[in-house]
């Protein structure tokens, strides 16, 4: 199936998918670690199926030095012995925030307490802001069926800028 809408030869959606990018630059600029911001959009995207997405961080992920254990384990990441308990901290907070319709509460207090735990302030607002991301960018590539398999390491930052 192709995808029903190019995002990026649109003016409107082009200009929105730049501005979309740079608040993306604010949560890259963090000290919130780059694997644990390519793991989170990664669960988030596996969550929501979206293939584009899961390609791109799947692959940003591995040239940024991720193995390939680590990525083959993030579905299965509470099965798992491979994530620290700060990215496991973050895995669920993932999972609870892109979730939010299955439960009343949206994140647990257990799931807070455990990235409180781990993370300072700025990193707890560049997760938050990176889990609200994900799940719009998921959102619109799904929308339109863009489709997961020819992404290139680079490529999305180089298409917006």
């Not at 979309?20 to 000290?31: K, R, T």
């Not at 644990?36 to 959009?41: A, Q």
């Amino acid at each position: 199936m192709d995808a029903r809408f190019n995002l990026l030869d649109n003016e409107i959606s082009s200009k929105f998918a730049k501005r979309f990018a740079n608040s993306g630059m604010v949560i890259d600029q963090s000290s919130l670690p780059k694997s644990t911001r390519e793991l989170v959009s990664l669960r988030a995207s596996q969550i929501n199926g979206c293939g584009w997405c899961v390609d791109m961080h799947t692959k940003e992920a591995a040239a940024a030095g991720e193995t390939a254990v680590r990525l083959n384990l993030v579905a299965a990441w509470r099965e798992s012995t491979v994530f620290t308990e700060a990215e496991r901290a973050a895995l669920a907070l993932a999972e609870e925030g892109t979730r939010l319709a299955d439960a009343h509460e949206g994140v647990s207090d257990e799931t807070w307490a455990q990235v409180r735990k781990h993370y300072d302030d700025d990193q707890v607002a560049a997760l938050v802001c990176l889990v609200a991301l994900i799940n719009a960018a998921n959102r619109l590539a799904v929308i339109v069926h863009q489709r997961g398999s020819s992404y290139e390491p680079g490529a999305f930052a180089t298409a917006v800028n």
